[in-house]
């Protein structure tokens, strides 16, 4: 069956810690993988991505995520977060077909002290 | 530009009432998709919409479920008849025509509650 897990429900940190958020998915064939963030209040937006390529890819606001082909996973990493971080953090694939949907995990609230 | 708008962006409606919930995806994307978010289960894909191609319903969780979009762009999503357990936020994504490559663009979502 075809599922996206992340491993943490919520996690906590100070400002200037380190993040790195798990995702691991099942998915018959080549894929393509996502992070999503939904920040209070605000909209789903696209973190990152990938496709193809190199395995470590960067997004927006410091975002990194490496594709472990090998363990099905694609982490998500910061090495220092921001209080303007606090959200909500949802992983999701989908396959190369043309219109597939996006499986999504279920989501991790991050919540940023300052 | 404007992106993805949907409305109602609150309903609360009672137990046994129909409800229809509208998405107004991005101008030019031919592309548009409908998905669930349920307290703890994450987002749930229901409906695939293709330029005028038969539409993929296979996430759909009932027959009380339905959507159409009209003209190649704005889509309504339906629930008749319903039940508490369709309280969730539904959001419509909407995406350009190519490869499943090409980023979707989500809405702000409609959070209903069935009393």
């Known amino acids: 069956a075809q599922s996206v897990s992340q491993h943490n429900h919520h996690v906590i940190l100070s400002e200037a810690a380190s993040l790195e958020l798990g995702c691991n998915y099942s998915?018959?064939?080549?894929?393509?993988l996502f992070w999503y963030v939904q920040y209070p209040g605000q909209h789903l937006q696209l973190l990152l991505k990938?496709?193809?390529?190199?395995?470590l890819v960067k997004g927006i606001k410091g975002f990194e995520a490496e594709f472990i082909k090998s363990k099905f996973s694609f982490n998500l990493r910061k090495p220092s977060v921001q209080w303007s971080d606090t959200a909500e953090y949802f992983c999701a694939v989908n396959g190369r077909q043309a219109g597939t949907a996006l499986i999504f995990g279920k989501g991790t609230t991050l919540s940023v002290s300052s | 530009g404007a992106g993805v708008s949907q409305s109602p962006s609150n309903k609360v409606t009672e137990k046994g009432k129909d409800v229809e919930l509208r998405c107004d995806p991005i101008?030019?994307?031919?592309?548009l998709y409908w998905y669930r978010q349920s307290l703890g289960q994450g987002l749930e894909f229901l409906i695939y919409?293709?330029?005028?191609?038969?539409?993929?319903k296979s996430g759909l969780p009932s027959d009380r479920f339905s959507a159409e979009r009209t003209g190649g762009s704005v889509s309504t999503l339906t629930i008749q008849r319903t039940q508490q357990e369709d309280s969730a936020v539904y959001l419509c994504?909407?995406?350009?025509?190519?490869?499943?490559?090409?980023?979707?663009?989500f809405g702000p979502g409609t959070r209903l509650t069935v009393l």
């Open positions: 990938y496709f193809s390529g190199d395995p």
């Open positions: 101008s030019g994307h031919t592309a």
């Open positions: 998915y018959g064939g080549t894929v393509n």
């Open positions: 994504a909407s995406k350009e025509a190519g490869g499943p490559n090409n980023e979707q663009f």
């Open positions: 919409f293709q330029g005028n191609s038969a539409p993929d």
